[in-house]
């Protein structure tokens, strides 16, 4: 048996830093414990954030515009700190690294906020009149949660991508099972999700907040003992570097030779001599025409080594260059999900808070809590992705030829147009529900939108292997992560009172 099928091609290495095993490293042996990790995570996210705004609300008192601004500015901040650990696991850390210190600040976080909930001093005392927190008991709520946020944002980049590293991609038959881990892992947070805005929001209102944010807190301590039991199992990429500093490198490059004449000849244009790009794992890059000026970077002159060593602030090689045109090539495409972001922030505020003016009974005895209204998220999901798999997709491919029915770009046109109705349908909600007043609604009113909601978010999104790992340039890694939540999320509307 040759060395090629005894260790990876891709570069992946053991815990021990030797070239990873194929037998005895990687794949599902290793995947399984990086799905119960996201599983356990997003219960312990979803279980917290899912009825975010009704704690903020009945703990600490705030209004609905106050509360519904912070759970948006938390969840903008949760979205923004993947840039920092993406950075820090391309450039120095690696994803196993910056996932486990990471996940201990999630923890840390997670277990100030069920202290901040149910420890006398710390949780706000309440009476008839409602509760009447201090700043401090305040402040120790959002030190908590901005802990969380900080924390998710070693994990939120890191773990799909670290479950791809399971994989060999020059393994025609790992390559294959890349793509079910996938949907494997999808399913996982699906389920942690589940779970969540069903049984965990029903004990946070009806047997207690403590207990409410104590089971995610246990769930998120669950979530790190499954990632280090795998570890010896794991194969590891060396961090490579980071790709948002090669782009800042052309950027400075290209200004710093401004007045440089660019070559007719595009051949004189620098380029590394091996036949992939200095990222471990990425190709090189052919070059094209348009964004010209920044071919600047790449023309050598004199002034370009530094005692004779060729600085990299002053000589960028074709590939660096043509990876920060992509990046400007995509920006519009990735400006449109911004507002798709803001729609799809309504979920976790507005949508709760006309939840709680309705009537909730499920028969007699039952009550349903307005934020599990969530969990037409995840049933629509999984409806509206059956539906579209089985029935869309082969009925499209008959008038387009494509094999998915819809190319990407036109996925997220329908995606976009489906999410108009959503708000439209939660809008004249809105104004039925205020016209109806004090006579509470059925929740049945409010499933138009939330059926509208997620079936634009599946059509966007659609299968995750499509969508998380194989569209995101080679070169991103990491850092293509956490894709265009990133300004959506805080940029969510000030909202008049429900």
């Not at 969380?148 to 060999?168: E, N, R, W, Y």
């Not at 039925?432 to 909601?453: D, K, N, W």
Request: charged letters at 15%.
């Amino acid at each position: 048996m040759g060395e090629d099928e005894i260790y990876t091609n891709d570069g992946t290495i053991d815990i021990h830093k030797n070239p990873a095993n194929k037998k005895e490293t990687g794949n599902w042996k290793a995947c399984r414990f990086i799905l119960g990790t996201e599983c356990c995570e997003r219960l312990a996210y979803y279980g917290m954030s899912t009825n975010l705004v009704n704690y903020l609300q009945i703990r600490l008192n705030q209004g609905n515009v106050t509360a519904s601004n912070n759970v948006t500015n938390w969840s903008g901040t949760c979205y923004i700190t993947p840039l920092i650990g993406a950075f820090l696991a391309d450039a120095y850390l690696g994803r196993y690294w910056t996932i486990a210190g990471f996940s201990i600040l999630y923890v840390f976080g997670m277990t100030l906020l069920t202290l901040s909930s149910s420890v006398n001093g710390l949780k706000p005392v309440c009476d008839k009149d409602g509760c009447h927190p201090t700043v401090s008991q305040t402040a120790v709520c959002f030190l908590a949660l901005y802990l969380i946020a900080l924390g998710t944002g070693g994990i939120k980049p890191c773990v799909s991508s670290f479950g791809a590293d399971q994989f060999d991609e020059t393994d025609e038959t790992e390559k294959k099972k890349k793509s079910s881990f996938f949907n494997w892992f999808y399913l996982s947070i699906n389920i942690g999700a589940l779970i969540a805005s069903s049984v965990l929001v029903w004990i946070q209102m009806n047997v207690g907040w403590g207990w409410g944010f104590g089971i995610p807190a246990a769930a998120m301590a669950i979530a790190i003992v499954f990632f280090f039991s795998g570890t010896r199992l794991y194969r590891f990429q060396k961090p490579g570097g980071s790709p948002l500093t090669r782009l800042v490198q052309v950027l400075v490059a290209s200004m710093r030779k401004f007045n440089v004449k660019v070559p007719a000849d595009k051949s004189l244009l620098h380029e590394t001599a091996s036949l992939e790009c200095n990222i471990q794992g990425s190709r090189k890059l052919e070059h094209t025409e348009k964004f010209r000026f920044f071919d600047k970077a790449a023309v050598e002159i004199e002034t370009d080594q530094i005692k004779g060593i060729m600085s990299p602030w002053r000589l960028c090689t074709v590939t660096q260059i043509e990876e920060l045109k992509s990046i400007i090539r995509l920006l519009p495409v990735w400006a449109t999900g911004i507002v798709f972001a803001t729609v799809y922030g309504q979920m976790s505020t507005m949508f709760v808070l006309q939840g709680n003016t309705l009537d909730q009974h499920i028969g007699p005895h039952f009550e349903i809590p307005s934020a599990s209204l969530s969990l037409f998220d995840t049933v629509s999901v999984i409806f509206w992705t059956i539906i579209y798999d089985r029935i869309i997709i082969p009925c499209a491919r008959k008038f387009t030829g494509h094999e998915r029915g819809f190319t990407q770009l036109q996925r997220m046109g329908i995606g976009l147009v489906i999410s108009i109705f959503a708000m439209a349908a939660a809008g004249i909600f809105e104004v039925i529900r205020l016209a109806s007043e004090p006579g509470p609604l059925s929740p049945g009113f409010a499933r138009i939108q939330f059926l509208f909601h997620h079936s634009a978010s599946a059509t966007i999104t659609e299968k995750p292997e499509n969508h998380t790992h194989k569209y995101l340039f080679s070169f991103l890694h990491s850092t293509g992560a956490p894709r265009f939540d990133i300004i959506g999320a805080p940029l969510k509307e000030k909202r008049k009172k429900p």
